[in-house]
């Protein structure tokens, strides 16, 4: 069961992001899109063509401070330095980061460089994977006549 506030009910869970070829596949769309348009920012939904895991998941770039919003600028965002330094391979970035209520608490001291991760097949974590195929239903549903004919 999940500890809630006992004054307001919030939820009191602190939250665990990986750093994964997932999320790293997100940042590689971004900064290919950036390259193209020569200038450093991306809407995640008109520019990207994401999925629904990279679109649900892609703040956790954020809380690794690879991506930033671009302020006065709802819904668009852009590479950080940081995030620069990782695609090039200066930097290595904590492997995890821990977060609290949309808030970074802190940073694993295991650290993941972008060669670990390239060319591994994009994964999610499984907790966070709706994109599911349903099982085909033996059931015949009547489709509803919506225009007369």
Not at 60 to 88: C, E, M, N, S, Y
């Amino acid at each position: 069961m999940t500890e809630r506030c006992p004054h307001c009910g919030a939820n009191m869970k602190a939250f665990i992001h990986n750093l994964n070829p997932g999320l790293v596949s997100v940042l590689i769309k971004a900064i290919q899109f950036v390259h193209a348009s020569g200038k450093n920012e991306f809407h995640l939904q008109n520019d990207l063509h994401l999925n629904v895991n990279q679109f649900c998941n892609v703040t956790k770039l954020r809380f690794h401070a690879l991506i930033a919003k671009v302020d006065g600028k709802p819904g668009f965002w852009l590479i950080t330095a940081r995030g620069g330094q990782f695609l090039r391979g200066e930097i290595s970035v904590p492997a995890t980061v821990k977060t609290f209520r949309n808030k970074v608490l802190e940073h694993s001291t295991d650290l993941i460089h972008i060669n670990q991760l390239k060319g591994k097949v994009p994964e999610f974590q499984k907790e966070y994977a709706y994109e599911c195929q349903r099982p085909p239903s033996t059931e015949k549903v009547e489709q509803p006549k919506l225009f007369a004919a």
